[in-house]
């Protein structure tokens, strides 16, 4: 079946720019979660979805990053006036629900968006 | 908030041997401890998982052990194979939290 897909795949952007990250969660999926990934680096957590609100926004590294789900599906992850520390992986996973203790819900990942300030 | 470290960096085995690699996590609060594998240009998969009520879990080639007295977590491949050369990430949850922070990453290189 489909799994988490996500555009673009490369994203090239001047400093200063606004860019936009989508998400297409695996259908059904309540929860989804974004991630960012620098080269070299393990994960950082951004911001995760369960339904349409986002119950944890502590990861969002400053307030030029925002993102919102609509529908319950997909999820656009938004940065405004990039900079250069900006460039990353950006990674979208989605779970049937927020991970509980004892469901077996992992996440499915999404291949990334490559994104390059210049 | 919770740390994840993540040992060794690199790795390099040869093919048939073992590799092993561990991570400490800090936040006691912790329960759920999947693994990842990443290749190049994907995503990360996960590979196998452990919460916090079990000490040890099995799946073919590829184990986990949990310490919660001692907060550190391991992964263990058998008889590796040239496939198994990824990038591999531990995480640790706190799953009434439902944030996860990962490890670094470790680089795995199976030589033929």
């Known amino acids: 079946g489909a799994g988490v897909s996500q555009s673009p795949s490369n994203k090239v952007t001047e400093k200063g720019k606004d860019v936009e990250l989508r998400c297409d969660p695996i259908?059904?999926?309540?929860?989804l979660y974004w991630y960012r990934q620098s080269l070299g680096q393990g994960l950082e957590f951004l911001i995760y979805?369960?339904?349409?609100?986002?119950?944890?926004k502590s990861g969002l590294p400053s307030d030029r990053f925002s993102a919102e789900r609509t529908g319950g599906s997909v999820s656009t992850l938004t940065i405004q006036r990039t900079q250069q520390e900006d460039s990353a992986v950006y990674l979208c996973?989605?779970?049937?629900?927020?991970?509980?203790?004892?469901?077996?819900?992992?996440?499915?990942f999404g291949p990334g968006t490559r994104l390059t300030v210049t | 908030g919770e740390n994840v470290e993540q040992h060794p960096s690199t790795l390099s085995v040869q093919e048939g041997d073992s590799a092993v690699i561990k991570c400490t996590y800090s936040?006691?609060?912790?329960?759920?401890f999947p693994w990842y594998k990443q290749e190049l240009g994907k995503g990360p998969q996960l590979i196998i998982d452990?919460?916090?009520?079990?000490g040890e879990k099995k799946d073919q080639r590829i184990a986990v052990t949990l310490n919660k007295t001692a907060k550190h977590f391991s992964l263990h491949i058998t008889e590796t194979q040239p496939e198994d050369s990824a990038v591999y990430f531990c995480?640790?949850?706190?799953?009434?939290?439902?944030?996860?922070?990962f490890g670094d990453g470790t680089t795995l290189t199976v030589k033929p």
């Open positions: 259908s059904g999926h309540t929860a």
């Open positions: 996973a989605s779970s049937l629900e927020v991970i509980r203790l004892h469901s077996p819900n992992e996440q499915y």
């Open positions: 995480a640790a949850l706190n799953t009434n939290a439902g944030k996860s922070t």
């Open positions: 452990i919460r916090s009520n079990v």
């Open positions: 936040d006691s609060a912790s329960n759920y």
């Open positions: 979805f369960q339904g349409n609100s986002a119950p944890d």
